[in-house]
């Protein structure tokens, strides 16, 4: 029988926010680890507010990142280097 092996699959919502994070909600149901990284502040819209719920349960962890700053950039490039799966949305 043949083992499974986890990934680690990052999420970094960029653009369309709240379609990163339903993606991410819907990738919950597997056994990978789901990280978001959130370029930018959140609006705090019905969709937006739903699926952070579900994150929130799913207790997938979710970073803030300030392009601006070199800090969060260096975190946002440590969570890509470390990820199985990259996607920006």
Known sequence: ????INKAILFI???DKPEALRMASGLTLLDDQVLVDVAGGLGDDPET?????????AEVPISRIELSLTSDLERLAADIVSADVVFIV
């Open 1 to 4: 029988m043949e083992s499974k």
């Open 13 to 15: 919502a960029q653009d």
């Open 49 to 57: 507010t739903l699926q952070l719920e579900a994150l929130e349960f």
